[in-house]
Every structure is written in C-alpha cells, then in structure tokens.
C-alpha cells in the first residue's frame, strides 16, 4: 500500500512538472461499463491529462470524428475490446481504415495481452491492459505510449539528413 502512495506521488510531481511546459495530452475512454469508464477517467484527469469518454464503440467513433483534424485532436484512445454495438475492435478497424495513426490501448478481460497484441498486431493496437488494471498499470501503459507516439511525430517532423559522398551532397 506505501508502495503505491509513493508512485501515485512520484507520478503527480512527474506530471505536474511535464504541464507546465507541455499542454496535457487528450485521451478518450471508450468503455461501456460507466464505472470503468468514470474511474478511469477520474485517474488520468488527476494526473493532468485532458480526458473525454464515450459509452460505447459507435459515441467513441463519433467523438474521433468531431475531432480527428482539429489542433485539439486526441493523443491516445484506449478502448475497452468487448462492448455490445461497436466492439472496441471494430472501432480501432474503423480507425485504420480512415488512416487515422492514434495510438491506441486495448482494455481486455476475455484476451491475454500477448493474444490481442498478435492476433490484431495488423491493427497496430500499442498496448493491451488486462480488466480489472491498476492505477500503476493504466499511468504506466499510457505514458508509455504517450512517449512512443511522440517521438515517432518528432521523427517524422524533424528534417531529413544531408548525406556527402564523394564531393556530392544529398
């Protein structure tokens, strides 16, 4: 139990300290049981990131939509796998097929981790928590893919590198 007093307090100073010179990434939670849901998304506002829900698959689809250009798009989904409607599957595949990059994290109760992550590796989900998480485990699966997505944005955004051969420059 200390043992987690001292992350959650290690990570909000982390966290604070990241806000003041970074806007707070936009996450939607997509689950369908409204205490998941809620609870999830009370943990990540906590720790300063901007948090948006949706009940279901078809609402976290509608939501991605309303934002997906906009400067105020989401940084990260994390989506429960088994919802009745739209299944968070179908949701990630709508996703890829609008070419949309989002990382995402899959929330599963059914799947092991491993499973989910090579049954669908097509689907490019960057990582899989197993129902019911922690705190640790959710704080530590979406910093991780907050900072795997933002280094890939920065590759793609710095300049590319001047090559010399010979005399010749490219």
Known sequence: MEESKNFLGRARAVEALQCRTNPPARILVVDDE??????????LKS??????????GMAG??????????????ALLI????????TGLALVKKLRAAHLA???IMAT????????????A??????ALIKPYSVEQLLEAVEANLRTANGAREQMASPPKRLSAGGLRF
């Open 34 to 43: 409204p205490d998941i849901r809620r609870l999830t998304a009370e943990v």
């Open 47 to 56: 720790f300063g990131y901007q948090v948006d829900t949706a009940e279901d």
């Open 61 to 74: 689809w509608k939501a991605l939509r309303a934002v997906c250009h906009a400067p105020e798009s989401y």
């Open 79 to 86: 989506t429960d796998y088994d919802m009745p409607g739209l």
């Open 102 to 104: 989002l990382p995402v």
């Open 109 to 120: 109760g059914r799947l092991l981790p491993e499973d989910l992550l090579t049954r669908y």
């Open 122 to 127: 097509w689907l490019q989900p960057m990582a």
